[in-house]
């Protein structure tokens, strides 16, 4: 019996092991994937002058809020948004020009004047409801959700 | 023979008695990166070593022509400095700390100094932020309770620095982890500032944090995709639990 049990957690961890197997490989796959689409292009361009900023979004149960780090932009008249139900586009002026040289090959000298991000949200907003606040080099954008919860009531 | 996934490669002179280990490695806000590429350039720092794995990415980073490790050791006097370009993967924390704290003990150190950020969700609000201190060793808690640096009580830690801290602790290693208020998903010089202050008096040297506050702009800038690259690297070890309610000790 001992011998049968063994011979069938053999049998049943060879399976596990193939699966986990199957599934580390899966992982590395997907995790390749992303990479590559992460990293497929650059998030600056040279022709435009234009780099992407550091984003982060945070979904909370009314709204949906974004900020951006913006080093170099001075005020929020140097500062655009453009939003729609579920896409928001930020643009922004830096004060001056930022110029990195001796830097890589094609980009060689490179010189950015402003960001530029185009941002999908998680959930659907009402744009024309948004406010936005631009401090220390920070902005953040509070975009209320456009489908409210309802309270149910606990009988 | 145990194979070792982690080494640390010694270029220069080393040979420092009881030397002061500061660790800067990215993490929350960027904090310990900074503030060590701060003292390494202000204060005329050598590089005297790396740290390799095979477990980092393979990465060089030309200077002036010439390949650096991105993992990199440097020393002036009695301090060394170990900083880092690359965000550890989760895979090789544990080495890479057990591999630290093994080298610091064989090196007699005198005290290991994790410097790095703690994630404070309304940091915008904050003009200059708090330092938090995790202390190791008796003699540790006292440099705390002399300089008044408030200790960090209840919480968790989770990454390369919640893996050193407990190696110290395992080889009775003296250890002083400073974490400064810091944006979670920013670059934060102020942060740096911030511990700096702090870290100038405890090892009683002296640090110009004012390039610190006129470059902070360039260095957020610079530090731009290491930060995405960290935040990766972050949430793959599960950086999140930070936020989490204590499960135990309340």
Redesign the interface.
Known sequence: MYERRRRGDSFFEKILNYFTEMRREMDEFVESMFEAMRFSRP?WDVETCC?E??V?VENTPESVIV?A?L??VESKEDININATEDMLELLAEMKKE?RFERWGTIQRETT?RRYHKLISLPEKVLPQEAKAIF????L?IILPKKFKTTPIKVE | MERKFVGIVETGDVEVKNPKIVIGLPDIGLVGVILANHMVQTMGMREVGYVESDLFPPIIILHEGKPHHPFRLYRKDDLLLLVSEIAIPPIAIYDTAREVCDWAKSKNASLIMPIGGTPVPNR?AIEKPKVFAIPIGNTVGKIVRDFGIELFEEGMIVGPYARIIAECEKLGLSCLTLLSQS?????DPGAAAAVAEVLSKVINIKIDVSPLEEQ???I??RM??L??RTILEMERMGKSQEYELPAMYS
């Open positions: 998030d780099i900023p550091l982060h900020t780090d080093p170099f930022v950015f401090k220390q080099g920070i953040k | 915008m944006y979670p998903n920013y670059p902070a702009e360039e957020r800038l731009k995709d930060m995405k």
